[in-house]
Nanobody
């Protein structure tokens, strides 16, 4: 089994900061791209950004520019999302997704975490 667990979600006032973490655990051969998504109430889930194994950030959403930074630690199978200057419209459940290869002969599959709630309000 492969598990992804997000943490770090909280309530914060506008202008505040949060750092989210995503940890992958279980039995697998390798982890490829890891991504952050978010889903606000009543809206579809949207991509925040993807972090490749080399640390390249791709698929930036416009709303993250200048406010969010992304990183990952391949040795720990973790990914991070640092969010600054948070706005009420950033309120959402934030999800982690990872492309995982279970064994050397397996195909890659996408796994999702259960999400962590971020609430930005005064």
């Amino acid at each position: 089994q492969v598990q992804l667990v997000e943490s770090g979600g909280d309530w914060v006032q506008p202008g505040g900061s949060l750092r989210l973490s995503c940890t992958a655990s279980g039995m697998f051969y390798s982890i490829g791209d890891m991504s952050w998504y978010r889903q606000a109430p009543g809206k579809e889930r949207e991509l925040v950004a993807t972090v490749t194994t080399s640390g390249e950030i791709t698929g930036y959403a416009d709303f993250v520019k200048g406010r969010f930074t992304f990183s990952r630690d391949n040795a720990k199978n973790m990914m991070y999302l640092q969010m600054n200057s948070l706005k009420p419209e950033d309120t959402a459940v934030y999800y982690c997704k990872a492309r995982v290869r279970r064994s050397i002969i397996s195909r890659d599959s996408d796994y999702w975490g259960q999400g962590t709630q971020v609430t930005v309000s005064s």
